[in-house]
């Protein structure tokens, strides 16, 4: 299989994990006999201070016309103060928009291994962590109208959106549910937003043909705290932009790392954005210190979702699996070195103990 990737290492970390991440692509292509290419797309910060344009449209056309997209991170305080529509996050909501991926899917996995890591009590997690949040990606307040009356002490942000927005993502998430524990949740704010109760209204309108799959309701706080209560009465959550972006990065910190987690935003039929959940980290960009992990682990679900190599992704998790058994650590996942035969390993050693393992004769 040939397939062009387009990679955005853009800022901050974001290059350095991306690197190792080809690593471990060019591995798996090297052991099941594929071809993958790679053009490099601008994005973030860096593009604002080359053309002055957090995503200038060739940039977007670029990944457009490639098979898959992995994004490292934007942003940055050397940005801060710009205004909003040339900030470096402004390019994340335009590759999302003009990618047209309207399907975030967030998993939230807490890896045995770094157990010790859960903020948590261990008799609310002692069966593990094992949430996939489906987030509504390019609606709702993030793409709704906004503006700022004239003498700028009025300001208004627009959730909005539409049956056919609703519709489709909440049928995605009754599909994942089905391949999981056929377990969905919806969660809103019906009781004030009527947005929310035309999600509802949706939700209603389509449950019929997922039998096998038990629905329920949350509000968004009773979710948000029931995350942290007993995080393993949830399988599948459905939600809108806003709301899945808070409870997703919830989700993300009760498994312990969020140098951990990755994410898809699939869309119907275009090429799909795959990248880390964790920021841009500045300060330790360059010096051999982020966890590439979830970066990696964003390229197994490119792999799964884009390419359909699920034998591949499967090598990708089993590998990752593998390394943190034998004790190897980043900095943010080394709890006690020296201790239980944990091991510190920076970037680039993490990112080719993966290759190892994967390149590893079975």
């Known amino acids: 299989m040939k397939k062009n990737i387009a990679l955005i290492g ?19 292509a090297e052991k099941f006999g594929h ?19 957090p995503l200038p449209a060739e940039q977007l056309e670029l990944c457009l016309k490639s ?16 205004p909003s529509d040339m900030r470096p996050e402004k390019a994340l909501l335009g590759l999302r928009g003009g990618m047209k991926v309207f399907a975030n899917l967030r998993p939230a996995v807490m890896f045995p291994q770094l157990k010790d890591a859960c903020p948590l009590k261990n008799e609310i997690v002692k069966d593990g962590i094992d949430v996939l949040i489906v987030r509504e990606l390019i609606g709702g307040i993030y793409f709704g109208e906004r503006g700022f009356s004239e003498d700028g002490k009025t300001a208004w942000d627009t959730e909005k959106y539409s049956w056919h927005e609703i ?24 009781n004030i937003l009527n947005s929310s109760q035309l999600w509802r209204k949706v939700t209603e309108s389509i449950k019929g043909e997922y039998p096998q799959v038990q629905l329920s309701y949350l509000y968004v706080d009773n979710a948000s705290m029931q995350l942290v209560k007993n995080p393993a009465q949830f399988d599948v959550i459905v939600t809108s932009n806003m709301f899945g972006d808070i409870l997703s990065d919830e989700a993300g910190e009760i498994t312990g790392s969020i140098g951990m987690l990755s994410s898809a935003s699939l869309g119907e039929g275009g090429p799909a954005l795959y990248e880390p959940v964790h920021g841009s980290a500045p300060d330790i960009a360059g010096k051999n210190i982020a966890n590439p992990l979830a970066t990696i682990l964003s390229a197994a679900m490119m792999l799964r979702y884009s390419f359909n190599l699920e034998q591949e992704a499967l090598a990708i998790e089993n590998a990752v699996k593998k390394v943190l058994d034998e004790g190897f650590r980043t900095s943010d996942i080394c709890l006690n070195q020296g201790e239980k035969g ?13 290759v190892k393992e994967i390149l590893l004769k079975n």
């Open 67 to 82: 098979d898959a997209v992995l994004l490292g991170a934007v942003g940055g305080p050397k940005w801060d103060n710009l």
């Open 167 to 190: 519709e489709r993502i909440v049928r995605m998430g009754f599909e994942f549910a089905k391949k999981r524990q056929n377990r969905l949740c919806l969660v809103d704010k019906a």
């Open 35 to 53: 071809e993958f290419s790679y053009t490099n797309v601008i994005a973030g910060g860096c593009a604002i201070d080359k053309s002055n344009n």
């Open 10 to 28: 853009g800022d901050g970390i974001g290059p350095d994990v991306v690197a190792e991440a080809v690593k471990v692509l060019d591995a798996v």
């Open 342 to 354: 944990e091991k510190l390993l920076g970037t680039v050693e993490m990112g080719n103990a993966v």
